[in-house]
């Protein structure tokens, strides 16, 4: 149950794109389409914003997108607002109903 | 609207128990899998336990299995967290989660637990 390795921080100027990582293991990320990512801001609930690596909620504008390519998930973040900027953690389904969450990374919109 | 309220935290000393309840409404709480996450302070988010709709299928992350107990009462809406033989790392922001296709799509405010002597 090792924490899937995103990096801490990131940071992109606004209408600019910028992508997130996500490495875990065949384990986890690799071994299932159950990659979701959440956004969290200062003081606030996480919210979820992408789930089985690809698909949105409701209400989660399109400028949020998930991919993934063998071990590694990512999540882009297109036309930055000054909104977006929060933490992301990522999160992978790990087997027998076990998740694991990155460890965050802060998106700082410049 | 889908509302998860959960209360129960506290300071207590190493060694120590508590339980922590997660009240929910604004759907059929029967019907999904439930889980806790923590948060310590200043960091990221941590999966601790899961049961499903089905009570028989219940997981926990490694390092509180033996000391901590989920489980729901699906007639009161409730899910709980039995936590025992609570150490300093235990300390964190617990929120309940409801679960669906494989993520966790709703969340509460969380209820802070403190482990210190």
């Known amino acids: 149950q090792s924490a899937l390795t995103q990096p801490p921080s990131a940071s992109e100027s606004a209408g600019q794109s910028v992508t997130i990582s996500c490495t875990g293991t065949s384990s986890d990320v690799g071994g299932y389409n159950f990659v979701s990512w959440y956004q969290q801001h200062p003081g606030k609930t996480p919210k979820l914003i992408i789930y089985e690596v690809t698909k949105r909620p409701s209400g989660v504008p399109d400028r949020f997108s998930g991919s993934k390519s063998g071990n590694t998930a990512s999540l882009t973040v297109s036309g930055l607002q000054a909104e977006d900027e929060a933490d992301y953690y990522c999160?992978?389904?790990?087997?027998?109903?076990?998740?694991?969450f990155g460890g965050g990374t802060k998106l700082t919109v410049l | 609207e889908v509302q998860l309220v959960e209360s129960g935290g506290g300071l207590v000393q190493p060694g120590g128990s508590l339980r922590l309840s997660c009240a929910a409404s604004?759907?059929?709480?029967?019907?999904?899998?439930m889980n806790w996450v923590r948060q310590a302070p200043g960091k990221g988010l941590e999966w601790v336990a899961y049961i499903g709709f089905v009570t028989s299928f219940i997981d926990y992350r490694d390092s509180v299995k033996g000391r901590f107990t989920v489980s729901r009462d699906n007639a009161r809406n409730s899910l709980y967290l039995q936590m025992n033989n609570l150490r300093d790392e235990d300390t964190a922001l617990y929120y309940c989660?409801?679960?669906?296709?494989?993520?966790?799509?709703?969340w509460g405010q969380g209820t802070r637990v403190t482990v210190s002597s």
């Open positions: 989660a409801r679960g669906t296709n494989w993520a966790f799509d709703s």
């Open positions: 604004g759907f059929s709480f029967r019907n999904y899998s």
């Open positions: 999160n992978s389904y790990a087997g027998a109903r076990t998740w694991v």
